[in-house]
């Protein structure tokens, strides 16, 4: 089985891991601030929070930015379901907004449209939650601006991301949003097992976000609300999560970190190697803007023809061991969902790409072999729906 995504895991990072268990720290020990200080310095951002999952860090950036029963979180529908869960964590509703066709990402014209009409409504957003799907940057000039026109904050979802730039800075700098996640999944650009990241420039919401992944507890003086009791005290200030990354997760992703650049380089490689093998075929291959730097988690092509040929071109490379995977069933149309009022007309660029869409593999260690195999059994099932 060729899988979509793998890990890529070499001995300097099974010593790192080693290292941190022959030490006396397995949690809240010196890898984890080096290792949130590795991805902010490389994202040129102020403060990075290192957590168990990006899930968590999506949680953290709302209830930081003080989404609450009452406010509402819009995301697009083309996404992982934690894009748009993170709001109904806290208490908000969520909504979405239907993806540009050519980059799969939340649409700034789409967004602009529905915002005029919230606005007179009285039901403008508090959170916007924009997601660089495969890797691609959103276009965050145009949601930055219209976050300022219209008051809104903006999250980016950057779990496919990492190693990308956008408007010739890394993604994660911060400049267009207010918090940039980062996801280190095993099928992830690097990976730390499980972990995730959220980073900014706000000092006050980095604080917030500390604070909450470990219990709302505090021993800073200037945050308690009254002189401890000794040298032992702390006290519970907000009611907080155990969402802290451990030692062996910090090691991991900070050596894993000396090897991003190239992670992406060799995803760059291999995307070009499918855009020239794909280019005779009829199928749609990923847009990449000229303007930015793709961390190009995923290589996603379009199969024409109705959802019954697309199931069957994906049944038929699955059976021949090659372990394709559709990047995302449109969250709106998810049963939990559904029974919000979504249907799934309601977004249908997004239908669209659901109905067409099949991840290529796409990892470091792919071979030339395995993608020649890849693009000729695609080729064999084409031809055979």
């Known amino acids: 089985m060729i899988p979509y995504g793998r890990q890529d895991i070499s001995q300097a990072d099974i010593d790192a891991v080693i290292e941190v268990l022959q030490s006396d720290f397995l949690t809240q020990g010196p890898k984890v601030p080096a290792f949130e200080e590795a991805i902010a310095s490389y994202c040129g951002a102020g403060h990075a929070v290192a957590v168990n999952s990006a899930t968590s860090a999506l949680h953290l950036a709302c209830l930081a930015l003080g989404l609450g029963p009452g406010d509402r979180l819009w995301t697009t529908p083309v996404t992982f379901v934690a894009s748009a869960n993170c709001g ?17 990402n939340l649409s700034p014209e789409a967004l602009e449209a529905k915002l005029k009409v919230a606005e007179k409504d009285g039901a403008l957003p508090k959170v916007v939650v924009a997601v660089h799907l495969c890797g691609q940057p959103c276009d965050m000039k145009a949601i930055s601006k219209l976050a300022n026109q219209y008051g809104f904050r903006v999250i980016e979802d950057a779990s496919h991301a990492i190693g990308g730039r956008y408007d010739g800075e890394p993604i994660g700098s911060g400049r267009y949003s207010d918090i940039t996640i980062f996801s280190f999944h095993p099928v992830k650009i690097i990976t ?3 972990g995730g990241m959220a980073v900014t420039s706000d000092v006050a919401l980095a604080g917030k976000m500390q604070l909450l992944r470990s219990h709302g507890i505090t021993r800073d003086l200037q945050q308690m609300t009254h002189e401890p009791d000794g040298p032992w005290y702390y006290q519970q200030v907000e009611l907080g999560f155990n969402y802290r990354m451990t030692e062996l997760q910090a090691a991991l992703g900070l050596s894993q970190m000396t090897r991003l650049d190239d992670f992406v380089a060799r995803r760059h490689e291999l995307a070009g190697r499918y855009d020239e093998l794909l280019s005779t075929l009829p199928v749609i291959t990923p847009f990449q803007h000229p303007d930015s730097y793709s961390g190009l988690h995923l290589y996603v092509i379009r199969v024409s023809g109705g959802p019954a040929r697309h199931r069957k071109v994906f049944e038929l490379l699955r059976e021949k061991g090659i372990g394709v995977n559709l990047h995302y069933i449109p969250v709106h149309t998810q049963p939990y969902y559904q029974a919000m009022g979504f249907t799934a007309g309601d977004f249908p660029h997004a239908m669209e790409y659901y109905e067409e869409a099949i991840s290529l593999p796409m990892f470091p260690g792919l071979s030339s072999q395995d993608q020649d195999f890849v693009v000729a059994t695609l080729v064999k099932a084409m031809e055979a729906s």
């Open 88 to 104: 109904l964590y806290c208490g908000a509703s969520v909504d979405f907004v239907d993806i540009d066709p050519r980059t799969y």
């Open 192 to 194: 730390s097992a499980e």
